[in-house]
């Protein structure tokens, strides 16, 4: 009994004390020991449909598009930083308020949950706006959240996102 509690407090712990490690410059990921590398690079081919008129941009999309789960920045038991969630950093800063909205009709249900996400964090006085034209909203999604992963609908999970984790 007391061996199990005592592992499920070092996992608790190891997760919510995870260390927090530089960010990296715009335009890379870390890679630490050796600078930085590029955020995306493309193994596939270039996405064939143009969503929002900028290369960069719907290169971004196109990668956020091909993942499995949507990420939060730190993820795992030891807080590493995702790949995934900078990708959507650089695709926030980079796009406009317009280019996130179209973003927003896409049809991969991750790339719809983090303009959402980009929208709100941009422009939080319209956050409702936002939500409501959000296309797809009953697509199953999947999230690594630190370091508990889950599923749900498009519509709860950025509900929860965007209008109840504000601080």
């Not at 930083?81 to 249900?109: D, G, I, K, N, T």
């Amino acid at each position: 009994m007391l061996y199990r509690m005592l592992l499920l407090f070092s996992v608790i712990t190891a997760c919510q004390s995870a260390a927090k490690e530089p960010q990296p410059q715009s335009g890379c990921i870390p890679n630490y020991g050796t600078g930085c590398r590029p955020v995306i690079q493309l193994e596939d081919p270039a996405p064939t449909r143009v969503f929002v008129g900028d290369a960069y941009l719907d290169g971004l999309a196109f990668y956020l598009a091909l993942q499995e789960q949507v990420e939060s920045e730190q993820v795992g038991f030891s807080g590493t930083f995702s790949e995934v969630y900078q990708v959507y950093v650089q695709l926030r800063e980079q796009a406009s308020l317009e280019q996130l909205q179209l973003l927003l009709q896409h049809e991969s249900p991750n790339v719809r949950y983090y303009a959402l996400l980009g929208l709100s964090e941009k422009d939080p006085k319209n956050k409702i706006t936002y939500y409501q034209q959000l296309a797809g909203k009953y697509d199953t999604l999947n999230t690594l959240n630190g370091c508990v992963g889950s599923s749900g609908q498009l519509w709860e999970l950025t509900r929860y996102q965007v209008f109840e984790a504000e601080d």
